[in-house]
């Protein structure tokens, strides 16, 4: 299989973290979009493990033991895997 098939299988596999299922472990892949460099600074950072605790307009997440709480267009630049 060649290296871009096996990056857009990857890519496919993604989902958004205001897409994500309540409940669940999932690992950072990518953040996008424009306020990427925001979202190091609160701690979200690729390869890391983040568990989504509650939805709604303002979703709230895990993080290296920390509660936040995102908007969903924040969420939406997050792109997450199952862990």
């Not at 472990?25 to 983040?50: H, M, N, S, W, Y």
Request: hydrophobic share 45%.
């Amino acid at each position: 299989m060649s290296l871009a098939k096996a990056n857009d299988l990857q890519a496919d596999s993604l989902l958004s973290l205001s897409q994500a299922k309540v409940g669940c472990d999932f690992q950072i892949k990518l953040l996008t979009g424009p306020a990427c460099d925001e979202l190091r600074d609160l701690g979200f950072c690729e390869t890391l493990q983040v568990r989504k605790l509650a939805d709604g307009r303002n979703l709230i997440c895990s993080v290296c033991g920390t509660r936040l709480a995102l908007s969903r267009e924040l969420a939406a630049q997050v792109m997450v895997a199952v862990a």
